[in-house]
């Protein structure tokens, strides 16, 4: 089983709506991310969690929010979804240096 | 403020030549530098890091990169490309002296040909 997954693995929706996607890990680490892909931008990090009092903005967080259920779950909302969050979102989790990320999710935003 | 910079969009190698990916980086303290890997349709996979140490780091698949403080490069490198190596590669940073965020390169995308 993977020790990061995410759900859903793809999304279409459209503009206005409300999306939530999901991420679980069974690594047991305290620190969760979430990042967006874009095509010649790389990964750029929306927010972060130390643990689950601790959430924190990371370079674009406008447009987005999260929750942290969990030690093992961080969900990441859209509340009001726009064509240019259309991207593909990773979480990932972190030990004590490495990152380890989930298979990512493709949101189209119509 | 840290940054890291791939410079090459594309890296186009023959099967069997050796491969080398670049990447600088700016922190303001001492860094700590990763390699990651995606293969289409996947998340991204760890390859290697440097946090201390001897200079050369290997890791997985035969890949291996050299960190160089003055030049702050740690290219990633291999001494014989597979085909099977073709995909798209991140160099991250960390600054060491208490930093949480990790920033990531734009990706460089390697294809090698048969």
């Known amino acids: 089983d993977a020790d990061v997954t995410q759900t859903p693995r793809n999304r279409i929706t459209k503009t206005g709506k409300r999306i939530m996607l999901e991420c679980s890990q069974t690594k047991g680490h305290d620190r969760m991310y979430w990042y967006r892909q874009d095509p010649g931008l790389g990964l750029r990090l929306i927010y972060y969690?130390?643990?689950?009092?601790?959430?924190n903005k990371g370079e674009i967080s406008d447009g987005y929010s999260v929750s942290r259920q969990a030690q093992a779950k961080f969900s990441l909302s859209l509340e009001s979804a726009i064509p240019n969050q259309t991207a593909l979102y990773f979480c990932?989790?972190?030990?004590?240096?490495?990152?380890?990320f989930g298979p990512g999710t493709r949101l189209t935003v119509l | 403020a840290q940054s890291v910079a791939q410079p090459e969009d594309q890296v186009n190698v023959a099967e069997g030549n050796p491969l080398t990916v670049k990447c600088t980086y700016s922190?303001?303290?001492?860094?700590?530098l990763f390699w990651y890997v995606q293969y289409p349709n996947r998340g991204l996979q760890f390859l290697l890091k440097?946090?201390?140490?001897?200079?050369l780091v290997k890791g997985s698949y035969g890949f291996e990169a050299e960190f160089n403080k003055s030049q702050t490069s740690f290219h990633l490198k291999k001494p014989s490309a597979l085909v099977s190596d073709s995909a798209l590669y991140f160099c991250a940073v960390r600054d060491a002296s208490g930093g949480f965020k990790t920033i990531f390169g734009a990706g460089t995308r390697l294809f090698v040909k048969a």
């Open positions: 969690s130390f643990d689950v009092k601790d959430i």
């Open positions: 440097y946090i201390t140490g001897d200079n």
């Open positions: 922190v303001s303290g001492n860094p700590y």
């Open positions: 990932a989790t972190r030990g004590s240096d490495t990152q380890y």
